[in-house]
């Protein structure tokens, strides 16, 4: 509850101390920056513990959802949601912590396959079942209704 009252309160204009905005879109394309700001700040704090940034993490779910298929560094970038992020020295700060694997496709040698490994499949659910929980406790105040409004409205946006 007392998270509820907390992101009610958390107004924009006290946030980044600017009083008016030239337009209501003007705003929520600020709003919309700050607020993906603050969310990558929580969701690198929750995953600090695991030794993982959030675009590491990103891949790791990526490889996840392969359902033991390989990957490319191509697919991986097409996938992830940070389009800026260098694919390739995430996966190599990845293997060097054992969580994936890399392995020469038999289809086409210029290709190198990406696998993860158990040891990143157990990291994952851990560090999933931390954020999920972390999350849901930030999103409680919204209802399933408003959920939907606001990915539709975001969708929308990018339309």
């Not at 009610?8 to 709003?31: A, G, R, Y």
């Not at 996840?64 to 992020?85: F, N, Q």
């Not at 994936?100 to 040698?109: A, G, I, M, P």
């Not at 409680?140 to 539709?152: P, Q, R």
């Amino acid at each position: 509850m007392y998270i509820h009252t907390f992101v009610l309160d958390m107004k924009l204009e006290d946030e980044i101390k600017q009083s008016s905005f030239k337009s209501e879109q003007q705003k929520v394309s600020i709003n919309i920056l700050y607020t993906a700001s603050w969310l990558d700040k929580h969701n690198s704090e929750r995953l600090k513990p695991y030794n993982i940034s959030i675009q590491q993490f990103n891949i790791l779910r990526i490889l996840r959802g392969m359902a033991g298929k390989p990957a490319s560094i191509k697919l991986l970038t097409e996938r992830m949601i940070d389009k800026m992020s260098n694919a390739s020295r995430l996966v190599e700060k990845l293997k060097t912590k054992e969580l994936v694997q890399r392995v020469e496709c038999s289809k086409d040698r210029r290709q190198v396959d990406i696998l993860i490994t158990k040891k990143g499949l157990v990291l994952l659910e851990k560090a999933s079942l931390d954020l999920e929980s972390s999350l849901g406790n930030i999103f409680e105040c919204l209802s399933d209704e408003e959920a939907t409004l606001i990915n539709d409205l975001l969708d929308r946006i990018r339309g």
